[in-house]
């Protein structure tokens, strides 16, 4: 089964209608300290959206408010036009919505096919079921189409164990595509991958469903900028800069703060 049967859109950013996310007024402290400060932003159906900005800016933060894991201080999350500020993670990921982590929590004495395997089945409705499935189940050919989705083929039955940390990574986007979600949230994932599997990755995030809206918030600016749609910068717990790809770049005051020299 290809990829493309996963895709049930006619291209991405090409869906009508209210935004899957909506961030308002949205601040967090932590003993008195502010990590995030009256944060407003939309994410649109199918969208891929960039938070981008050097460690310590609020981005990941700013993820765990959303995704409910710290509830914020002030401020509300709408999440597919429902307020989920006060719902518990397991409540939004009900909902559709999906998260990576900086560290991989994958089962590493266990096969690439059997930790999607138990990613699709962990959503489906026979996730108690203790029957070993055939090659023809059907959440196993879910799972057999992540696994081609994320160029795990040839590793599929290899541990996680073995795996380099870019194919971790790899895996990791499989298992946060189980589900049908509807928005998925990337922390990093290019986080310690060598340039050949920065490549890689920016080639599945750029090829994923165009249904599926999301976010990817990056330390690295060359797979922000090559990836999202749209950026928007943070700093100190800030909305510092917003814009397309190319604005961003070429913006001076974001080249003099977190690009640099060759990014003039």
Known sequence: MALGRLNNSAGRGS?????????????????????????????????????????????TTLFNAITGDFPPTTGRVRLFGEDVTELPSHERIRRGLRRTYQISLLFNGLSVIDNIFLACRGVGRGRFSLRRPSRDDSTMQSAETLLEAVHLGDVRDTLVSALSHGQQRQLEIALALAGAPRLILFDEPAAGLSPTERTELIEILQSLPEHIGFIIIEHDMDVALRVAESVTMMHNGRIFKEGTPSEIENDPEVQELYLGQGHG
């Open 15 to 59: 869906v009508p209608g209210s935004p899957i996310l909506c961030v308002r007024d949205l601040s967090m402290s932590f003993d008195g300290v502010e990590a995030l400060s009256r944060l407003n932003f939309d994410v649109k159906s199918g969208e891929i959206f960039g938070i981008a900005g050097p460690n310590g800016a609020g981005k």
